[in-house]
């Protein structure tokens, strides 16, 4: 029996849950043995070496998220069969301090990703953006969108009648991104006095000119908050940050059958098709307009939000990412053991 180590920072975390814990079930059923488990963010070395059974133990490791320096990356390597860095942000820089800021950069983090894409055998990157940094280093890269259970969404059931409703989801720290749209929404309510904007988050801003729909975020509620929504909206930066972001709240958007407005940065651009399934907004003016557009016209919410659900059904299925990420562990599990 094959064995899978799945290692992540934060079991919780939604990158965690969308990208790992859904190979489990499906590994499982394959007859591997799977043990998701918590790698510590600090004691450097340290960790590795307390974990040597563990990885001596698996056909295959994965480092979800998870830096190593190049000493560490060297022991983590001496220790793991086989290894697969999977990455779906662009961690090897920081999260712009306030918006419109640069990405914080540091040769240490650039030095720290290029080890560990190094010292593996497999970069699984969520889209080309971290694709292209990781090929300066690794020795294999493939490309596995985050990829979305078409199935656990329902096609939006609001009405024509219903008080035209934007939405966002997202984590508390990717809020600020929504001030970017902000004058244009304030402007909006004021042509459209019942229009809603639902954020569905643990935490909300005070917008006092704008009809805030508060919505705490479940798991077991997302899809029907969505889903009682005319449209999806991700406003993004253009930096470095933001380019290696995978889009996912637009997949849930889409697999809701909503229109999306989203900035053209990064994989943004590959779930946005402009003109088919939503549209790109590049300044305040264009924000407006193509909010606009979708507000007033519910035939052209109903036909983009068709096209939304039928391209992530094709391009980022879950079905398919389970299949290949599957095949790709066990070509190494089979490498890693002896004839």
Same mark, same amino acid.
């Given at each position: 029996m094959p064995t899978a180590v799945l290692l992540g920072y934060d079991l919780e975390q939604p990158s965690f849950r969308h990208r790992m814990r859904t190979l489990v079930e499906p590994l499982e059923a394959a007859g591997w043995q799977v043990r998701p488990e918590r790698f510590p963010s600090g004691r450097y070395g340290l960790r590795t070496w307390?974990?040597?059974?563990?990885?001596?133990?698996?056909?295959?490791?994965?480092?979800?998220?998870?830096?190593?320096?190049?000493?560490?990356?060297?022991?983590?390597?001496?220790?793991?069969?086989?290894?697969?860095?999977?990455?779906?942000?662009?961690?090897?820089?920081?999260?712009?301090?306030?918006?419109?800021?640069?990405?914080?950069?540091?040769?240490?983090?650039?030095?720290?990703?290029?080890?560990?894409?190094?010292?593996?055998?497999?970069?699984?990157?969520?889209?080309?953006?971290?694709?292209?940094?990781?090929?300066?280093?690794?020795r294999a890269v493939a490309i596995l969108p985050t990829s979305i259970d078409t199935g656990a969404y329902v096609p939006s059931r609001a009405t024509?009648?219903?008080?035209?409703?934007?939405?966002?989801?997202?984590?508390?720290?990717?809020?600020?991104? @929504?001030?970017?749209?902000?004058?244009?929404?304030?402007?909006?309510?004021?042509?459209?006095?019942?229009?809603?904007?639902?954020?569905?988050?643990?935490?909300?801003?005070?917008?006092?000119?704008?009809?805030?729909?508060?919505?705490?975020?479940?798991?077991?509620?997302?899809?029907?908050?969505?889903?009682?929504?005319?449209?999806?909206?991700?406003? @993004?930066?253009?930096d470095e940050w933001s380019r290696g972001k995978c889009a996912f709240k637009l997949l849930q958007y889409m697999a809701a059958a909503l229109?999306?407005?989203?900035?053209?940065?990064?994989?943004n651009t590959e779930a946005v098709i402009d003109g088919v399934n939503g549209f790109h907004a590049r300044s305040d003016e264009e924000w407006e307009r193509n909010l606009q557009l979708l507000i007033e016209s519910p035939d052209l919410r109903r036909r983009f939000g068709a096209s939304g659900r039928a391209h992530v059904e094709s391009r980022y299925s879950m079905s398919v990412y389970r299949t290949r990420y599957l095949d790709l562990l066990a070509e190494l599990a089979a490498e890693a053991r002896p004839d």
């Open positions: 307390e974990r040597r059974s563990l990885l001596r133990a698996a056909d295959v490791v994965v480092l979800h998220q998870i830096k190593l320096s190049s000493p560490e990356a060297r022991l983590f390597a001496a220790f793991g069969r086989r290894r697969i860095f999977d990455v779906d942000d662009a961690i090897y820089v920081r999260k712009p301090r306030r918006l419109g800021e640069p990405a914080d950069d540091s040769p240490w983090r650039r030095r720290k990703f290029a080890a560990t894409c190094r010292w593996v055998d497999l970069v699984a990157a969520g889209n080309e953006v971290l694709a292209g940094v990781a090929r300066a280093s690794a024509d009648r219903d008080a035209p409703t934007i939405v966002w989801i997202g984590s508390p720290e990717n809020l600020v991104y @929504l001030e970017m749209i902000r004058p244009a929404l304030a402007r909006l309510t004021g042509r459209h006095p019942a229009l809603k904007m639902r954020i569905i988050c643990s935490r909300f801003p005070d917008w006092p000119e704008i009809n805030v729909e508060k919505i705490a975020w479940s798991s077991a509620t997302e899809a029907e908050s969505l889903a009682a929504a005319h449209i999806g909206v991700m406003p @993004l930066t253009d229109p999306c407005v989203a900035s053209p940065i990064g994989a």
